[in-house]
């Protein structure tokens, strides 16, 4: 039997991509969602109206009580994603991110839903003083707006271990990269695929700073590991969500990307810039507990969005969470 699993933010980049894996995998899979980066909402839901969307907002709590009564699985990915549409909306996004989820959090466990995976970021970890791959014990140190409200609400979930039966797991992903068909050029690798096909400049900060990366083709293999595994395996548990196998500097992602474009030259180093995150993240607790093995590399990756880029496979209007719109 199909279980029933209702996304938080289900309309977003990762969130079209794990709908439509996991829908492939006996779950049923509803999307809830205000469309908050979507300027002509009706549009949208018309043009996808063969999809499951609720259209709401995670603030409506006696909707999301009555929605609640017929799912097994809740997923939240909901909020204000990313540091520039955070830095942009500071109040808004605190609001969203901070209160709005928890209040999400507390209705989810007051219903007869079993299990819970909350989404979250390896920014956690800021910077890494040493050259040593962190491991999810190692110190949180959140720099943008963004990773300190996902720690906050890590340190809300984990305060109801002993207060609930509720399964809730704790994803700390990587970095996404990949195709979407709601696509973002706005992370790091998308971004260095689209100008270098665009054969626009492209401006590297901080060459040699250290992330981790995963594909949102992978975010719904963990996702879908997690809601399988025993309870005892992520009861109240924190996984860095990824494969140790991709952690690369920019300067790496750079050499890998210009494999594929051999005559684009237009790059140009930058040093110093105002986002110092740096960090390598060890991911051999997800490996060894639900035995996750990545299926994508870097290089598949880059190879995907550079052949739908010249198919012209990305609407006009693929950007990034940039703007907003009520």
């Given at each position: 039997m199909k279980k029933k699993l209702l996304i938080f933010g289900g309309e977003g980049y990762?969130?079209?991509v794990v709908q439509d894996e996991l829908n492939l995998k006996n779950y049923k899979c509803v999307s809830f969602d205000n469309l908050i980066y979507e300027k002509n909402k009706k549009n949208y839901l018309k043009k996808n109206k063969n999809r499951q969307i609720v259209f709401g907002n995670i603030k409506d709590v006696q909707k999301i009580e009555k929605l609640l009564k017929d799912f097994d699985f809740v997923l939240i990915l909901a909020g204000l994603v990313g540091d520039p549409i955070t830095k942009s909306y500071p109040l808004l996004?605190?609001?969203i991110n901070e209160n709005y989820i928890k209040k999400l959090i507390n209705t989810c466990l007051t219903s007869k839903i079993e299990r819970l995976i909350f989404v979250s970021t390896c920014s956690n970890y800021g910077i890494s003083k040493n050259n040593t791959r962190l491991k999810e014990n190692a110190p949180l140190r959140p720099i943008s707006l963004y990773a300190k409200s996902k720690v906050k609400i890590e340190k809300f979930i984990l305060s109801k271990k002993y207060k609930t039966r509720k399964i809730c797991t704790i994803l700390r992903f990587a970095t996404a990269f990949g195709s979407s068909p709601r696509m973002r050029f706005d992370l790091t690798l998308n971004e260095f695929v689209k100008t270098m096909f665009n054969n626009k400049i492209l401006e590297i900060y901080d060459k040699d700073t250290w992330r981790p990366y995963c594909h949102v083709k992978d975010f719904a293999k963990i996702i879908d590991k997690v809601f399988k595994a025993a309870k005892r395996k992520v009861f109240?548990?924190?996984f860095n969500a990824g494969s140790s196998k991709n952690n690369f500097t920019?300067?790496?992602i750079v050499q890998k990307i210009k494999k594929f474009f051999k005559n684009r030259k237009k790059?140009?180093?930058?040093?110093?810039?105002?986002?110092m995150r740096n960090y390598e993240v060890n991911f051999d607790k997800i490996r060894r507990k639900l035995n996750f093995i990545s299926n994508w590399t870097l290089e598949k990756g880059i190879k995907e969005i550079a052949i739908k880029l010249t198919k012209q496979k990305y609407p006009k209007s693929s950007n990034g969470n940039y703007k907003i719109y009520n």
């Amino acid at each position: 039997m199909k279980k029933k699993l209702l996304i938080f933010g289900g309309e977003g980049y990762i969130g079209r991509v794990v709908q439509d894996e996991l829908n492939l995998k006996n779950y049923k899979c509803v999307s809830f969602d205000n469309l908050i980066y979507e300027k002509n909402k009706k549009n949208y839901l018309k043009k996808n109206k063969n999809r499951q969307i609720v259209f709401g907002n995670i603030k409506d709590v006696q909707k999301i009580e009555k929605l609640l009564k017929d799912f097994d699985f809740v997923l939240i990915l909901a909020g204000l994603v990313g540091d520039p549409i955070t830095k942009s909306y500071p109040l808004l996004s605190k609001k969203i991110n901070e209160n709005y989820i928890k209040k999400l959090i507390n209705t989810c466990l007051t219903s007869k839903i079993e299990r819970l995976i909350f989404v979250s970021t390896c920014s956690n970890y800021g910077i890494s003083k040493n050259n040593t791959r962190l491991k999810e014990n190692a110190p949180l140190r959140p720099i943008s707006l963004y990773a300190k409200s996902k720690v906050k609400i890590e340190k809300f979930i984990l305060s109801k271990k002993y207060k609930t039966r509720k399964i809730c797991t704790i994803l700390r992903f990587a970095t996404a990269f990949g195709s979407s068909p709601r696509m973002r050029f706005d992370l790091t690798l998308n971004e260095f695929v689209k100008t270098m096909f665009n054969n626009k400049i492209l401006e590297i900060y901080d060459k040699d700073t250290w992330r981790p990366y995963c594909h949102v083709k992978d975010f719904a293999k963990i996702i879908d590991k997690v809601f399988k595994a025993a309870k005892r395996k992520v009861f109240f548990e924190v996984f860095n969500a990824g494969s140790s196998k991709n952690n690369f500097t920019k300067l790496m992602i750079v050499q890998k990307i210009k494999k594929f474009f051999k005559n684009r030259k237009k790059i140009k180093f930058v040093d110093n810039s105002k986002d110092m995150r740096n960090y390598e993240v060890n991911f051999d607790k997800i490996r060894r507990k639900l035995n996750f093995i990545s299926n994508w590399t870097l290089e598949k990756g880059i190879k995907e969005i550079a052949i739908k880029l010249t198919k012209q496979k990305y609407p006009k209007s693929s950007n990034g969470n940039y703007k907003i719109y009520n």
